[in-house]
C-alpha cells in the first residue's frame, strides 16, 4: 500500500509529457528499436535456458540407447526409438505404481473439494466469530515447512496404524491440499453475487437448495481449477510417499522413479522416458490453470 | 497468539471498510428475520451453521497439523526411541536433554549454516533473475515474450522429481552435456568430471535445480505486478532526467514491492525446504556433507532411531521459519486480502 502513497508525489510532472516537443521523440524511439533489440536477444538466451532441460529430457527418452551411453551427446537425435518408453514400462511395478498414483491422488482430491468447498462458502458468506482466525490459520498452516512436518506426521501415522496403507497417505494428500483449496474457491464464492441466492431463497428455495442449485453450478469454474491444482500437488509429491509406503507395489509413480537408480549405474534412457510419462499429464493439466495460479499464489492460496 | 495481534494491526484503516464489508453485512440481516419466522430454534440453527460447514476442515486440521506438532513438543522433552514407538512403551521425561545435546552437536550447527547459506543464495538468484526475466519481458517485442513465457510454463509444471532426474542426467560424470558442452565447447577439462566429490559443486547443481524451478513462478509472477505500473509515471520521470536505475529504485519498485515481499518470503519458505531435491539426486543415502537440516532431523530419527532428537529439530526448523511466516501473513493483513 505504501506504493500507492509514494506513487503520487511522482504524479506531478505529468503535464509535462503533454508538452514534449515532437522533434525530441525520434532519436529516443530509434534509441528504443535498439535497445528492443537486445532484450530481445536477452529474451531468447532466457528462452534457451529455461526450456533447454525440458528439450533434453524429452530428446533423450526419444534417442536411442546407444546415443545416451555416447561420449558425443548430439543436439538432435540420428533416429527416434521408443525403445525407452517400452523398457520404462517393463520395469517392475509400472502397472502398480500408476495405479497407486490415481487411487491415492484421486481420492484426496475429492474429498479435499467436497471439505474445502463448504468451508469456503461458509467463510466467503456468512461473518461469524472465529472467522478470521480460521482464515489466519488456513494461511499459516500452508507455510508450515514439509520437511519439518514429516516425522511429527509419519509418528502421527504411525499411531493410527497407517504406514504403509493408501489411506494414510491420502488423509495427508488430502488435508495438505484442503487450505489452499478453500483459499482459493473462497474466492469465486465470494464474487458470485449474494442477489443470485437471495432471489432462489425468496422463490422457496432452502439455503441448502439456493446453494446446490445457484451456487455450486457457478462454482464449477474454481472448483475445477482448484481441483487441477491439488491433483498436481498430489500427483507430484514424494517425500511423504516415499517415507511411509514401503512395498514396491504400493509405491506411487514418483516413489517408483527411484527404482532406475541401481548400484550398477543409472538407466537414463528409460528415466528420461518415464518421467517424461509422469510429466505429461501434469504438464497438459498445468496449462488450463498457470494463470490463476499466478494470481492465487500471491493472495493467500500458497503452494502446498 | 500472534494471530490475536494480527488482527489488530490493520484495525485502523479497517480493511473491510471496503463495500464489500456492507455488501456482505446486509444480506446476513436480511436472512435472519426469514429463517427466524420458524422460531428461536431455527434462528440458532442459523448461526450455528457457519461452523458445520467449517467443522470437517478444523478437525483435519487439527489431526494433521496442529496434533503432532503438539505431540512433537511433548516428545522432544521425553527419550522416545524404537521400544517406545513399536511398542507403546511410556517414553522416560529428559527435560532439555535433547534440546541441548543436539544444540551441543557441530553437526547441526553444520546442517544449519549449511540450510541458511544455500537457501540465501538460491533465494537471491531466483528472485534476481526473476526480476530480471520480469523487467526484459516487459521491454521486449510480442513474440519474444510469448516464446519466454511458454518456457516459463512449461519448466514450472515439470514435477520436481522430474526435475531433479534431469539435472541429474544434466550433470552425469560420462555422459552428462554439461561436461561435454564444458570440454568440447568451452575448452575446459571436464571430461569424466565428478560434480558430486566436492559438496560445494554438488550444491551449485542442486541449486541450479532449485532456481531454475523456481524463476517461473518468480518471473510471471512480477511481470503481472509489473503491468500494473502506469506508464506515465515512469515516462515522467525519464523527462524529468531520471535515470532507468532511479526510475526502477523511485518509480517501479514501490509500486510492486508488496507482491516482491511476498514472493521472497515464499521462496524463503520454500528453499529451506531442499530435503527432497538433496535425496533425490543423491539416491538415498547422501554423503554427510550433503546433510541439509531436514536430512539431519531423518537421519536422527530413522538411521539413530532416536525419534525424540528428530522430534526436537523439526520443532527447531518450525520456530527458525516462524518468523518468516508471521512476516507473509502480515503482509496479507496489511493488502486486506483476509477480509
Excluded at chain 1, 437448495?209 to 472448483?223: K, M, N, S, T, V
Excluded at chain 2, 539435472?167 to 577439462?189: A, C, E, I, P
Excluded at chain 2, 543423491?282 to 538411521?303: C, D, H, M, T
Amino acid at each position: 500500500m505504501s506504493a500507492t502513497a509514494s506513487a503520487p508525489k511522482t504524479d506531478t510532472p505529468v503535464t509535462t509529457v503533454k508538452s514534449v516537443p515532437t522533434g525530441k521523440k525520434k532519436p529516443s524511439s530509434d534509441r528504443k528499436k535498439k535497445s528492443r533489440f537486445v532484450y530481445n536477444g536477452i529474451g531468447v538466451v532466457a528462452f534457451v535456458v529455461m526450456i533447454f532441460p525440458v528439450y533434453w529430457l524429452v530428446v533423450s527418452a526419444l534417442r536411442p540407447n546407444k546415443e545416451i551411453r555416447s561420449y558425443d551427446q548430439t543436439l538432435w537425435p540420428s533416429s527416434f526409438t521408443f525403445d525407452n518408453f517400452a523398457r520404462a514400462i517393463d520395469y517392475e511395478n509400472f502397472g502398480t505404481a500408476i495405479k497407486s498414483s490415481l487411487i491415492v491422488s484421486f481420492t484426496a482430491v475429492v474429498g479435499a473439494m467436497i471439505m474445502a468447498t463448504v468451508a469456503a462458502y461458509a467463510i466467503g458468506r456468512f461473518r461469524f466469530y472465529g472467522r478470521r482466525a480460521f482464515m489466519i490459520v488456513l494461511i499459516l498452516v500452508q507455510l508450515l515447512p514439509p520437511t519439518a512436518m514429516l516425522i511429527p506426521i509419519y509418528l502421527q501415522l504411525n499411531d493410527f496404524g497407517a504406514l504403509n496403507e493408501y489411506w494414510g497417505v491420502i488423509v495427508i494428500y488430502l488435508v495438505s491440499t484442503l487450505p489452499f483449496a478453500t483459499w482459493m474457491i473462497r474466492g469465486f464464492v465470494i464474487n458470485i453475487p449474494k442477489e443470485l441466492e437471495e432471489s432462489a431463497m425468496v422463490d422457496g428455495c432452502t439455503q441448502m437448495g439456493a446453494f446446490w442449485r445457484i451456487i455450486f453450478p457457478l462454482l464449477a469454474p474454481g472448483l475445477a481449477a482448484a481441483s487441477i491444482y491439488s491433483l498436481i500437488n498430489a500427483w507430484n509429491e514424494y517425500l511423504l510417499a516415499y517415507i511411509v509406503l514401503q512395498d514396491n507395489d504400493k509405491f506411487t509413480l514418483n516413489v517408483w522413479l527411484t527404482n532406475f537408480t541401481t548400484a550398477r549405474g543409472v538407466d537414463y534412457g528409460a528415466l528420461m522416458a518415464a518421467s517424461t510419462m509422469i510429466a505429461i499429464p501434469v504438464v497438459i493439466f498445468f496449462m488450463f490453470i498457470q494463470k490463476k495460479m499466478a494470481t492465487g499464489l500471491t493472495s493467500g492460496a500458497v503452494k502446498g | 497468539m500472534s494471530a490475536a495481534d494480527m488482527l489488530k494491526t490493520p484495525g485502523g484503516p479497517d480493511p473491510q471498510a471496503s463495500d464489500t464489508a456492507v455488501a456482505d453485512k446486509r444480506p446476513a440481516e436480511v436472512h435472519e428475520p426469514k429463517t427466524s419466522g420458524g422460531g428461536g430454534r431455527r434462528r440458532n440453527k442459523g448461526a450455528l451453521l457457519p461452523y458445520f460447514l467449517i467443522a470437517p476442515t478444523v478437525v483435519a486440521i487439527l489431526a494433521v497439523f496442529v496434533w503432532p506438532l503438539i505431540k512433537t513438543t511433548i516428545m522432544s522433552f521425553q527419550d522416545v526411541g524404537r521400544t517406545e514407538l513399536w511398542t507403546g512403551a511410556p517414553a522416560p521425561w529428559v527435560g532439555f536433554e535433547q534440546f541441548t545435546e543436539i544444540l551441543g552437536d557441530s553437526a547441526f550447527w553444520d546442517s544449519v549454516v549449511l540450510t541458511i547459506v544455500f537457501m540465501a543464495i538460491c533465494v537471491v538468484a531466483t528472485l534476481a533473475i526473476g526480476l530480471g526475466i520480469a523487467l526484459m519481458m516487459q521491454r521486449m517485442s510480442d513474440w519474444a515474450r510469448l516464446m519466454i513465457t511458454g518456457a516459463l510454463i512449461a519448466a514450472w509444471s515439470i514435477p520436481l522429481m522430474v526435475q531433479a532426474s534431469i539435472f541429474r542426467w544434466l550433470s552425469d560424470s560420462d555422459y552428462g552435456v554439461l561436461n561435454m558442452v564444458l570440454t568440447k565447447h568451452l575448452g575446459f577439462d571436464f571430461q569424466g568430471h565428478n560434480w558430486w566429490l566436492d559438496y560445494k559443486q554438488g550444491f551449485l547443481i542442486i541449486g541450479a535445480v532449485v532456481v531454475w524451478g523456481a524463476i517461473p513462478f518468480v518471473a510471471i509472477t512480477l511481470y503481472a505486478a509489473l503491468t500494473q505500473v502506469p506508464k506515465e509515471l515512469e515516462e515522467a520521470a525519464a523527462i524529468d532526467g531520471v535515470n532507468a536505475f532511479g526510475n526502477f529504485r523511485y518509480v517501479t519498485f514501490p509500486v510492486i514491492k508488496p507482491v516482491f515481499q511476498m514472493v521472497a518470503t515464499l521462496s524463503v519458505i520454500w528453499d529451506f525446504n531442499v530435503l527432497g531435491q538433496v535425496w533425490l539426486m543423491r539416491g538415498s543415502k547422501p554423503e554427510p556433507e550433503y546433510e541439509v537440516i531436514g536430512l539431519y532431523a531423518f537421519n536422527k530419527a530413522f538411521e539413530s532411531n532416536s525419534f525424540s532428537q528428530g522430534a526436537a529439530i523439526s520443532l527447531i526448523t518450525v520456530l527458525l521459519l516462524s518468523g518468516v511466516a508471521v512476516y507473509y501473513l502480515r503482509q496479507l493483513l496489511k493488502i486486506g486480502e483476509v477480509d
